[in-house]
């Protein structure tokens, strides 16, 4: 019975919610079905315990009909008219947080029973409410866009003259809808491309670029569209100044987004920072964890009161590479209880063991890196990482050599990895081997010899273009050198 639909979306309720959803249940304009409410009752009585032994059939069959023997067929409809209930209040629920939207409908009511007076009155308070701004989001912008089609509607249908105005108001907002969605998901859609190799710019995305560039004036006050315009500018350009000048759009406007798009928004300018560095330009690296401290600093980057696995890593990762060694060890520490339960262990090690390997302790990052799981390929890459530079480090050249050709394996294996990730780490892999092959033979070589293969080994990284941990990289070349 554990794996019943119905058991598995109960468990997700808090008890709060599964005591509101017992008032659902017991609401006789919403259910009438006096199994359902029994049903509900014994759950609420042994929850959060919704094991085995508590929901087996035979016991919540017996919890609803108190007489008589196990019967299947008894049991699903009840099973299944609770499962639809719960739906519907999930869906209530979010109905019941968006004044708005109701206060929307109850006037889409007024007007069909004929309400003149108390229609007009909430129609313009509708208009006046604050979440009805035109510098507010593309969410925002649907809502006028429909609360504009309902005015057409009542000109339409009643002749209002006062509202003769709103058939071109609602294309208006409709466009602003239109192109907001469209360049959030353009965006989106470069970003990604980075990461899986088959992503697609949305179709009419250049359309949308055109009519914004040969309009830009009219758009430079929608914060949504303007802001999102030079986010989709910085994304597909390979200027840097670019970055800051939609940052400092964005700044402009970000009271006016909603904490979910500020969210997505400054995503985007990460994932453009992590391009950058991957590239090898590193004053992108210090962007980055100025952008992640602000976050922290805001509170942007808790949901719920949890922190991103990801955010997680990523902040480590950006901390280590500027050698903010103290400041990190107390954020792995700080955020750890942050992380969901089921990621808190994994990452845990995973960042721990980042921070051990940057300050060369790299046998007790070995140790924890031994206990993460490979559930994730981001995972899997990084520790495969962390592994390679400490073979080196630690010149166990046999392994390292091993770890090299199956990991090439693997990047031909995996045919969801973007072009830039696979040459990424297929070249950090092959330039550290051959790095590794040279180190294990100065004391066989001529110093002219291996100064020679030295300088090949240097014109090579020249020539390549995307290597991960360049920087790392570049700093054992200086240790060759020193040590020929």
Not at 35 to 58: F, G, N
Not at 177 to 185: A, G, I, Q, T, V
Not at 363 to 385: F, I
Request: one cysteine or more; aromatic letters at 16%.
């Amino acid at each position: 019975m554990k794996s019943n639909k119905l058991i598995r979306n109960l468990e997700k309720l808090s008890r709060k919610e599964l005591t509101r959803f017992k008032e659902f249940v017991f609401s006789p304009y919403l259910n009438k079905h006096e199994e359902v409410r029994l049903l509900v009752a014994y759950i609420s009585e042994i929850y959060p315990r919704l094991d085995e032994k508590k929901c087996t059939k035979e016991l919540i069959f017996k919890s609803i009909f108190v007489k008589g023997k196990y019967n299947e067929k008894l049991l699903a409809p009840v099973l299944t008219y609770t499962q639809r209930l719960l739906e519907q209040f999930w869906a209530f629920e979010e109905f019941r947080g968006d004044q708005y939207f109701q206060r929307y409908l109850y006037l889409r009511h007024l007007r069909s029973v004929q309400a003149f007076v108390p229609y007009e009155r909430l129609f313009q308070d509708l208009e006046e409410n604050p979440m009805h701004s035109a510098t507010l989001g593309a969410d925002k912008a649907l809502m006028r866009y429909l609360l504009a089609g309902e005015g057409e509607r009542y000109w339409s249908q009643y002749n209002k003259t006062e509202f003769e105005g709103y058939f071109q108001r609602k294309q208006e907002e409709l466009d602003v809808f239109y192109l907001n969605e469209k360049l959030k998901d353009a965006c989106e859609a470069l970003s990604r491309q980075e990461v899986k190799r088959d992503e697609r710019a949305p179709r009419l995305a250049e359309a949308v670029i055109y009519e914004i560039e040969q309009n830009l004036d009219s758009y430079r006050q929608i914060p949504p569209i303007i802001t999102y315009y030079m986010v989709y500018r910085m994304l597909s350009s390979n200027n840097p100044s670019f970055f800051g000048e939609a940052l400092e759009v964005f700044q402009r406007w970000e009271n006016t987004f909603s904490g979910g798009e500020v969210s997505a928004i400054f995503n985007q300018f990460k994932n453009y920072c992590l391009i950058r560095i991957n590239q090898g330009d590193q004053e992108f690296l210090g962007k980055l964890f100025e952008l992640y401290q602000y976050q922290l600093e805001q509170g942007l980057l808790l949901e719920e009161g949890m922190l991103s696995e990801w955010n997680y890593k990523n902040i480590v990762a950006a901390g280590l590479r500027l050698h903010q060694y103290d400041w990190v060890y107390q954020f792995i520490e700080k955020y750890k209880d942050s992380l969901a339960p089921e990621f808190k262990d994994n990452a845990y090690r995973f960042n721990l063991a980042s921070y051990h390997l940057a300050l060369g302790q790299h046998h007790e990052a070995m140790v924890l890196l031994r206990e993460v799981e490979y559930s994730d390929q981001r995972y899997n890459l990084g520790a495969k990482t962390m592994l390679l530079q400490s073979y080196y480090e630690l010149k166990e050249y046999d392994p390292l050599f091993s770890l090299t050709e199956s990991f090439r394996q693997l990047l031909m294996r995996d045919k969801n990895m973007s072009e830039n990730f696979r040459k990424g780490y297929y070249n950090l892999f092959r330039l550290t081997r051959k790095a590794a092959y040279l180190r294990s033979r100065l004391e066989y070589l001529t110093s002219d010899k291996a100064e020679l293969e030295l300088e090949r080994l240097k014109m090579t990284l020249a020539k390549t273009g995307e290597v991960f941990s360049r920087a790392w990289f570049e700093a054992k070349l200086l240790g060759l050198e020193e040590e020929i």
